[in-house]
């Protein structure tokens, strides 16, 4: 129903109502009131009637306007952009307030799950981890006193990583790492430590963002992994096999150490395709405590480290890709004492060589490493050197394509990995004391040289989780009531976040 009509049909009414009222001049007051009345239903009939179909045109004009838009661009005649100009599709202001109520839950929602359910900090920070569960079991032989089975946790480490300063232009980061680690205690008790294990700064003198063929050097500050051979020098998620070599597990090289050291590596040799990068020449320089871990240190003396790598400048397809010769060395001096003995100068030094050779699937390492350490001989009360010496050699062959650089890089869903199977084999010797063929180490409690080979296999099922199976043949050339020839099996589950 239109306005016009209304205004036609009122003015009707009044014509007729005025002829009529020339003859009836008594009633003309009264019939008067009643139209009145009858105009004022008529019209609030007709808001309500133009309200609803306002409603009700909503949706049509949008089917109108997109069948109108495109019978215009097919004549050639307007662009849909002008045709959306022509229709004003109108909010009323329940509509807006709705809207607004609706903005203001949900930043309430989200202001107050960043409060309960988010872990903040004023700089970048990633935490992450590393937990090995274990399970051993050996043969024993008659040991006196030895478990043939048990359950243990290898390793259960946790940390945060992140930046302190960051350069976004050249990439000299000023970043920081903090790590805390369980540790069994030695004073018989079911107790264990939860102790600092990384802990410090590191500053990047050079560009880290402007390609892979620039050199790279570093300063870290702080307790750390020694720069020293190949096991030494890899944090615990990237170990290949269960159990670490004996030759640095027992001469202390596993455990971190305070102070400062320098690394770095020049001309790089890059495979832009492969996304390969090998540096023909690695070098660290430090100087740190060198009584373990925190620790202050407990004599004037430091101990002094240096190693160099070199790595032949091959392309990613070459046979001799990843072959790297690599040398290490420690200048250290200890406090002693013993048998009313003492010695805040009593040598201990470290000198290694290792081979690295790794060509997807297989791979080969080896490491020399000799030990001179100065300890007190209680039995003839006088200070004596031990000379150590330790050989590891390790082979692998692995069957799937999780290590492949062009598997890397593919595009992937995260819980989606390929699974790859490595099988290995290590050769371990370790000898104490060449000067003394029955001398008993303190560190491992064992007597004399012995040899450990080792058969695993590790399944990699995730791209941080693998499982690992571990056989362990030990032949000791001393055998006593507390050490004989024996097996021992293993089996692990280590996961990374």
């Given amino acids: 129903m239109k306005r016009h009509t209304l205004t036609a049909a009122i003015g009707l009414i009044l014509s007729t109502t005025s002829t009529y009222s020339l003859a009836q001049n008594a009633s003309l007051d009264q019939e008067l009131v009643g139209l009145k009345q009858q105009i004022q239903a008529l019209q609030q009939r007709v808001n309500a009637v133009e309200a609803a179909s306002q409603q009700k045109a909503v949706p049509a004009a949008k089917t109108a306007w997109a069948e109108s838009t495109a019978d215009a661009q097919q004549d050639g005649g307007i662009s849909a952009d002008e045709a959306a100009e022509e229709t004003v599709l109108a909010a009323t202001s329940d509509d807006v307030d709705g809207l607004k109520s609706d903005l203001e839950n949900y930043k309430y929602d989200q202001s107050r799950q960043y409060e309960r359910q988010t872990v903040k900090s004023t700089r970048d920070a990633t935490l992450y981890g590393t937990v090995q569960l274990r399970a051993n079991t050996q043969d024993n032989n008659g040991v006196v006193g030895a478990n043939k089975s048990t359950f243990d946790i290898g390793t259960a480490l946790i940390g945060i990583r992140g930046n302190l300063f960051r350069d976004y232009n050249e990439g000299k980061n000023l970043d920081y790492q ?269 007597t004399g040289e012995y040899d450990i080979h080792s058969l695993g296999l590790n399944f990699f099922f995730a791209q941080t989780t693998k499982l690992q199976l571990q056989l362990n043949h030990y032949l000791f050339d001393i055998e006593t009531a507390n050490q004989k020839d024996t097996n021992e099996l293993q089996a692990q589950v280590q996961y990374t976040f």
Avoid: C, M
């Fill in 178 to 446: 903090l790590s805390f680690g369980y540790g069994k205690r030695n004073d018989g008790s079911n107790n264990s430590n939860f102790n600092l294990l990384d802990a410090f700064i590191r500053y990047n003198a050079f560009s880290t963002n402007s390609g892979l063929e620039t050199p790279k050097l570093n300063f870290t500050l702080g307790q750390q992994l020694l720069p020293f051979g190949l096991d030494v020098q890899s944090p615990e998620d990237l170990r290949p096999t269960i159990t670490t070599a004996a030759a640095p597990t027992y001469l202390g090289l596993f455990t971190r150490q305070n102070g400062f050291i320098v690394r770095g590596d020049v001309k790089p040799f890059v495979d832009f395709g492969s996304n390969y990068r090998a540096p023909l020449f690695e070098y660290a320089l430090g100087v740190t405590n060198g009584n373990g871990s925190n620790k202050s240190d407990d004599n004037n003396g430091k101990d002094y480290i240096g190693r160099a790598a070199f790595t032949l400048p091959v392309d990613y397809a070459s046979i001799f890709r990843e072959l790297k010769f690599g040398a290490s060395y420690i200048k250290g001096e200890a406090k002693i004492t013993g048998a009313g003995l003492s010695d805040s100068k009593a040598k201990r030094d470290r000198l290694g060589f290792d081979v690295y050779y790794n060509h997807a699937p297989f791979g080969v390492t080896y490491e020399y490493l000799q030990g001179k350490t100065d300890y007190v001989d209680t039995a003839n009360t006088e200070i004596k050197q031990a000379k150590s010496e330790g050989h590891t050699f390790t082979a692998f062959y692995t069957l799937g394509d999780q290590f492949y650089n062009s598997i890397k890089s593919n595009a992937k869903f995260d819980d989606f990995w390929p699974k790859s199977i490595q099988g290995y084999y290590r050769f371990d010797r370790f000898n104490p004391n060449k000067n003394q063929k029955d001398y008993l180490d303190a560190a491992s409690g064992r």
